[in-house]
């Protein structure tokens, strides 16, 4: 383990996501903790309304707003960000991360005031032209061991559904922020000093790692997410987590595919 005088970053957000309903509706899966240098997590609620809990909107445009601000935050979201280059293959699209984006959101434009399986069944979008197979896993979820296929909806642990609703959201903060955020491995391995920066996570790997302390299981895992990026940050671990041991042919299927943080 390295020692790290100098952590990169101030603040430490984990959301644990849900593709359930629409971008709209208030979802008692979707929940924000935030930590930072000196303060272990505590929960974010959303702002005041007639609503209980979060929205996907209401996440996406809170996000833009917190990492508009000049401090640098690391951010790890519970939901896949690419696809398997199989996928890629298949449709004949370049091996270009934000072009995928795009493309993804013209054909599943989960960011509308729709259901994930109103795309899925033809009510709206085009999701046919953009299926995927749930015979095709991308490297990292391979390595995890445990991580379910982002094409393998309708099963206990799935990511699938809160993948296809999360990809537009993606393209909603790269827009929103430009540069301001590094979207984590694809604009780049190691982030510049200053810089915030967004990952994609997979809680089940850190929640066992700290006690529920009478947390709701949505509630520990966006929890033990901001908890363990902002204990690697301060210990050194971090910077190990952004060089995953990948061979040079592996990172580059990564740097399309993406990549797990944590996952070796």
């Not at 960011?111 to 979008?125: E, K, L, P, S, T």
């Not at 999701?127 to 296929?149: I, N």
Request: a neutral charge; aromatic letters at 12%.
């Amino acid at each position: 383990m390295n020692s790290n005088a100098n952590p990169a970053f101030a603040r430490y957000i984990g959301i644990d996501y849900s593709g359930a309903a629409t971008p709209k509706s208030s979802l008692q899966g979707l929940r924000v903790y935030q930590a930072d240098r000196a303060a272990l997590p505590a929960e974010v609620v959303p702002p005041p309304s007639p609503r209980t809990y979060w929205t996907r909107r209401g996440i996406a445009e809170w996000l833009v707003d917190r990492l508009a601000e000049d401090q640098p935050t690391l951010v790890g979201i519970d939901h896949g960000f690419s696809f398997p280059l199989a996928y890629f293959e298949a449709h004949h699209l370049p091996f270009d991360w934000p072009a995928f984006l795009a493309d993804f959101q013209r054909h599943w434009p989960t960011d509308d005031d729709i259901y994930v399986d109103f795309v899925r069944y033809g009510n709206a979008g085009n999701g046919a032209a953009r299926m995927g197979s749930t015979r095709w896993r991308r490297l990292t979820e391979t390595r995890a061991g445990a991580a379910k296929s982002v094409f393998h909806f309708d099963v206990q642990g799935s990511v699938a559904k809160s993948t296809h609703a999360g990809l537009p959201w993606l393209l909603y903060l790269r827009r929103h922020l430009g540069d301001r955020i590094h979207c984590w491995p694809f604009d780049g391995w190691q982030v510049p000093a200053g810089r915030s920066m967004v990952a994609e996570v997979y809680p089940a790997r850190w929640k066992r790692l700290f006690p529920p302390d009478g947390r709701t299981p949505d509630q520990h895992d966006a929890w033990s997410v901001a908890a363990w990026l902002r204990q690697a940050d301060l210990d050194g671990r971090l910077q190990d987590a952004l060089a995953p041991a990948l061979t040079p042919p592996q990172r580059a299927m990564a740097d399309i595919e993406g990549w797990i943080l944590g996952v070796d």
